[in-house]
Structure formats: C-alpha cells, structure tokens
C-alpha cells in the first residue's frame, strides 16, 4: 500500500475483541455494566473521603485522587467501544487516535505514580509513626500530587509530538479496542526508531521507577514490622497495608501483561484479554478492595448512604 501522512488520514480501524455479530450485544451489555460500576464505585470513594472528616488525612487524599484518575482512565477507552459496538462500527478518527494514546499514557502514568506515592505514606506511617503528620502534611501531599501530573503531562505530550511524524497506510487496522502504543508503532510505514527509544525510556522512567520505589518502601516496612514485639501491633500496622498491595499487584501485574503481549507476543487475542484486565478490571475492583477491606472507608460509606436515604 502506499504511504500517506497520518494527517491525511481520515481514520484508522479498531478491530476490538470480536467479529461476532452475535456477541456484539454481550458484549456491549457487559462492558456497559462494568464501566458504570466502575465509575460508581469510584465516585463514592471520592464522595466519602470529602464528606467524611475522619478521612481528611494524607492517605485518604490519595486515595480519592487515585479513584478520580481510575474514573478518567476507564473513560478514556470504554465509551469509545461501546458507540463502535452499539454503531457496528471500527472507526475512529486521527484526532480521536491521538487524543486516546494522550489520555491513556497520562492516566496510566498516574496510577503508577500515585502508588508509589502511597506506598511512601505507607512507608512513614508505619516507620515514622510519631512525624507522620509533620511529614505528610497537605503541603507535600499536593506538591507530590501536583509533580506526578507535572512529569505525566509533558512524557504523554512529548509522545503525541512524536507520533504526528509518522506514516501510515490508509485504512490502518488495529488488533486491539483502543490504541495501545507499542501496537500503534509496530503499523507505522515510517522509521520509529526515536518513537520507540522514548517509549522504553518512558516505560522505564514511568513504571521501572515507581515499582523501584514501592518495593523499597515495602522493604522498609517490612524491616520494621520484624523489629516489632509485639503480635497485634505487627498485624495493625500490615493490614494498613493489604489494600494497598492488592491494588498494585493487580494494576502492575496486568500492565506487564498488556506490555509483554503488545511487544512481545502476536496473538491479538492474549492482548486484548490483558488489556480487559488492565483497562477496566483493574479500576472496578479498586472501589472494592478499598471498601471491604478499609474499616474506615467502609463507615464512611455508610454514613454517607444514611444521610442520602434520609434526605426527602
């Protein structure tokens, strides 16, 4: 085919997870019903943690600003799917493509971050009980907030940048349900070379570091916990932390997988279930884990149900 300028492309084709015309309403209803789950449960972490004075802490803010991003990422791709499922169409536009690669590095970038972020809060509430206030107090905690969208900012925009140089044949199909970087890279006609040395370099930077990042907090806390007499102090202070540990294993676990079977594997089938996994598995069960195992979160919530069914 002959090579034309992506921005003369008028669209570029999302395969998404089946051709069935059969599965199409499956699948759509499926997809519809976790995306409003996600979007609700989040929305009620958001709406405890704000009403709820005994949450006004520094991991509560994260907490919500982690529940927020999980409402942004999930939006970023599930809306777009269901309108291609319910229109039995795989279109979507340059400007849709490069807007969707955008928001999609960004929010997952700022997952990342925020769990190394409170990973950290972990690491001086446990360690540093007696300073932990003076520590995490609201000015670092927005300045850490505040840095993490700083960095995510400008490696998505560099990125977008680098990718209006590319070329693509017309009619360019994408295996997948939304763009994921390393497969829009491996369609172009065009040298990626320089698209490729930064994406390792943001994936490095991005996902290498914060995981970097946790594991030494963890290891520190862990440290810690060793050095503790006593049994029920030692169970206090690690189950302030299960939560937080599922969310990461899950959220990196499934990030890997969507990476290693992007760049590494050919099977669009093993990627678009990793992406599934990544993209909407990963920000329904957030809510869930937060809740059923947050004593905290579970009597804010509470509360905060008994004044909405007392409201007239």
Same mark, same amino acid.
């Given at each position: 085919?002959?090579?034309?300028?992506?921005?003369?492309?008028?669209?570029?084709?999302?395969?998404?997870?089946?051709?069935?015309?059969?599965?199409?309403? /499956? @699948?759509?209803?499926? &997809?519809?019903?976790?995306?409003?789950?996600? %979007?609700?449960?989040? $929305?009620?972490?958001? !709406?405890?943690?704000?009403?709820?004075?005994?949450?006004?802490?520094?991991?509560?803010?994260?907490?919500?600003?982690?529940?927020?991003?999980?409402?942004?990422?999930?939006?970023?791709?599930?809306?777009?799917?269901?309108?291609?499922?319910?229109?039995?169409?795989?279109?979507?536009?340059?400007?849709?493509?490069?807007?969707?690669?955008?928001?999609?590095?960004?929010?997952?970038?700022?997952?990342?971050?925020?769990?190394?972020?409170?990973?950290?809060?972990?690491?001086?509430?446990?360690?540093?009980?007696?300073?932990?206030?003076?520590?995490?107090?609201?000015?670092?905690?927005?300045?850490? /907030? @505040?840095?993490?969208? &700083?960095?995510?900012?400008?490696?998505?925009? %560099?990125?977008?940048? $680098?990718?209006?140089? !590319?070329?693509?044949?017309?009619?360019?199909?994408?295996?997948?349900?939304?763009?994921?970087?390393?497969?829009?890279?491996?369609?172009?006609?065009?040298?990626?070379?320089?698209?490729?040395?930064?994406?390792?370099?943001?994936?490095?930077?991005?996902?290498?570091?914060?995981?970097?990042?946790?594991?030494?907090?963890?290891?520190?806390?862990?440290?810690?916990?060793?050095?503790?007499?006593?049994?029920?102090?030692?169970?206090?202070?690690?189950?302030?932390?299960?939560?937080?540990?599922?969310?990461?294993?899950?959220?990196?676990?499934?990030?890997?997988?969507?990476?290693?079977?992007?760049? /590494?594997?050919?099977?669009?089938?093993?990627?678009?279930?990793?992406?599934?996994?990544?993209?909407?598995?990963?920000?329904? !069960?957030?809510?869930?884990?937060?809740?059923?195992?947050?004593?905290?979160?579970?009597?804010?919530?509470?509360?905060?149900?008994?004044?909405?069914?007392?409201?007239?």
């Amino acid at each position: 085919m002959e090579a034309e300028n992506l921005t003369e492309l008028s669209k570029f084709l999302l395969l998404g997870l089946s051709d069935d015309p059969e599965l199409q309403p /499956v @699948l759509f209803g499926l &997809f519809l019903s976790m995306y409003l789950v996600t %979007v609700l449960g989040n $929305l009620l972490i958001i !709406l405890a943690v704000s009403s709820d004075s005994h949450l006004h802490t520094a991991m509560y803010f994260f907490l919500s600003n982690l529940s927020f991003v999980d409402i942004c990422f999930i939006s970023t791709t599930v809306p777009k799917m269901l309108v291609n499922i319910q229109a039995r169409s795989k279109d979507i536009s340059y400007m849709g493509c490069l807007t969707q690669v955008y928001f999609l590095m960004m929010f997952a970038g700022l997952d990342t971050f925020l769990l190394a972020v409170m990973a950290y809060d972990r690491f001086v509430a446990i360690c540093y009980p007696l300073q932990y206030t003076v520590i995490m107090n609201p000015c670092l905690c927005g300045l850490l /907030v @505040l840095a993490s969208w &700083f960095v995510i900012f400008w490696f998505s925009l %560099v990125h977008i940048l $680098l990718m209006k140089r !590319l070329t693509f044949s017309t009619g360019t199909e994408i295996p997948h349900f939304f763009y994921v970087p390393a497969r829009v890279l491996k369609v172009a006609r065009s040298n990626t070379l320089l698209n490729n040395i930064v994406l390792y370099v943001a994936t490095a930077l991005l996902g290498v570091f914060p995981v970097a990042g946790i594991l030494f907090s963890y290891s520190r806390i862990v440290s810690s916990l060793m050095r503790m007499s006593s049994p029920e102090g030692k169970y206090k202070a690690f189950s302030t932390c299960g939560s937080h540990l599922c969310v990461v294993s899950l959220f990196n676990g499934t990030g890997l997988g969507v990476y290693l079977s992007s760049a /590494v594997t050919r099977s669009s089938q093993s990627s678009s279930t990793a992406s599934v996994m990544y993209a909407m598995v990963t920000p329904m !069960l957030n809510p869930f884990i937060y809740s059923l195992r947050n004593k905290d979160v579970k009597g804010a919530l509470e509360r905060l149900l008994s004044r909405a069914d007392s409201c007239p």
